[in-house]
């Protein structure tokens, strides 16, 4: 059985950090692409950031600007979201995601976690 736990999600204010952590287990192989997305209530799910399995290719969403990295410990079975000077508009749930091609988790398949939640205020 296929699992991604989520945590590290909280209410901070403006300019807080956070960092997510992403636990997977059930994985036939270690060279998945792991994504992060987001959705905030009422808005459409958001790609956020994108890490292949030897951690040499990174993609981020236009919206992190540097603020956010990415990065995973395949021996800790670990993925994790740095994520510096947070704004309201990053209030969203976060969703930590895998599959062997790309395309699929654009198109909301792959394997998925429950989530975990980031409020951030004014």
């Known amino acids: 059985q296929v699992q991604l736990v989520e945590s590290g999600g909280a209410l901070v204010q403006t300019g807080a950090s956070l960092r997510l952590s992403c636990v997977f287990s059930?994985?036939?192989?270690?060279?998945?692409?792991m994504v992060w997305f987001r959705q905030a209530p009422v808005k459409e799910r958001e790609f956020v950031a994108a890490?292949?399995?030897?951690?040499?290719?990174?993609n981020y969403a236009n919206f992190v600007k540097g603020r956010f990295r990415n990065s995973r410990d395949n021996a800790k079975a670990t993925m994790y979201l740095e994520m510096n000077r947070l704004e309201p508009e990053d209030s969203a749930v976060y969703y930590c995601?895998?599959?062997?091609?790309?395309?699929?988790?654009?198109?909301?398949?792959?394997?998925w976690g429950q989530g975990t939640e980031v409020s951030v205020s004014s």
């Open positions: 995601t895998a599959s062997l091609r790309m395309d699929v988790l654009i198109g909301g398949g792959g394997f």
């Open positions: 890490i292949n399995w030897r951690s040499d290719m990174m």
């Open positions: 059930g994985l036939t192989f270690i060279d998945y692409v």
